[in-house]
């Protein structure tokens, strides 16, 4: 079946950078795009950006334009997301989400990952 | 950016009842619109995109309407199952954008 795995929950210091892995597996890794949404406590859900994974080109919401980097590597079917100078208000739930292209709502979603941001 | 209200935010339910979620968008976004069921500590689920097609496995008690700016995600008859927060989603535009949110409670 179609999953998206993603890696364990981290705690970091204000100014510390995070990346949190996205392993797909059941289906095709390259031929979906893969997003990543965080929800903070409480809070509803927010999209941060994209990665297309044949080519590697991503496309950033603008509010992370300069602090979030995505990757791939399509050796292990794995996505990555990198948050940079990170701040208390970082503290959230980091999802990947899968989606056709040029189709964007996202199914399935990984498990989530929670960042915690903390001095 | 395109700012998606939910409303309401909130609401209590009995087992049966039909409820109504209404989305609405800050500009016509063209039916480019999705719904997601969330429950708590877990990750969203697709329920219904491009306004009114039910994602497959999903309860045809769910269903979706609307156009240009307005959207209802609508349930027929409550089940158990069916308690959770909802969420609308547009993807008309980049930045993709979400809704805050509605949690539908037992009465």
């Known amino acids: 079946q179609v999953q998206l795995v993603q890696s364990e929950a981290e705690v970091k210091k204000p100014g510390a950078s995070v990346k949190v892995s996205c392993k797909a597996s059941?289906?095709?890794?390259?031929?979906?795009?893969i997003h990543w949404v965080r929800q903070a406590p409480g809070q509803g859900l927010q999209w941060m950006g994209r990665?297309?994974?044949?080519?590697?080109?991503?496309s950033y919401a603008q509010k992370f334009q300069d602090r979030v980097t995505m990757t791939r590597d399509t050796s292990i079917t794995t996505a990555y997301m990198e948050l940079s100078r990170l701040r208390s208000d970082d503290t959230a739930v980091y999802f990947c989400?899968?989606?056709?292209?040029?189709?964007?709502?996202?199914?399935?979603w990984g498990q989530g990952t929670l960042v915690t941001v903390s001095s | 950016d395109i700012q998606m209200t939910q409303s309401p935010s909130s609401l209590s339910a009995s087992i049966g009842d039909r409820v109504t979620i209404t989305c609405r968008a800050s500009?016509?976004?063209?039916?480019?619109l999705n719904w997601y069921q969330q429950k708590p500590g877990k990750a969203p689920k697709l329920l219904i995109y491009?306004?009114?097609t039910l994602q497959s496995g999903v309860p045809s008690r769910l269903s979706g309407s609307g156009s240009g700016t307005e959207f209802t995600l609508t349930i027929s008859s409550l089940q158990p199952e069916d308690f959770a927060t909802y969420h609308c989603?547009?993807?008309?535009?980049?930045?993709?954008?979400f809704g805050q949110g509605t949690k539908v409670e037992i009465k």
């Open positions: 989400a899968r989606s056709d292209e040029g189709e964007d709502w996202f199914d399935p």
């Open positions: 059941g289906y095709t890794f390259t031929a979906y795009y």
């Open positions: 990665i297309n994974p044949t080519t590697g080109g991503t």
């Open positions: 500009q016509n976004i063209n039916g480019y």
């Open positions: 491009l306004a009114s």
């Open positions: 989603q547009q993807s008309y535009g980049v930045p993709w954008t």
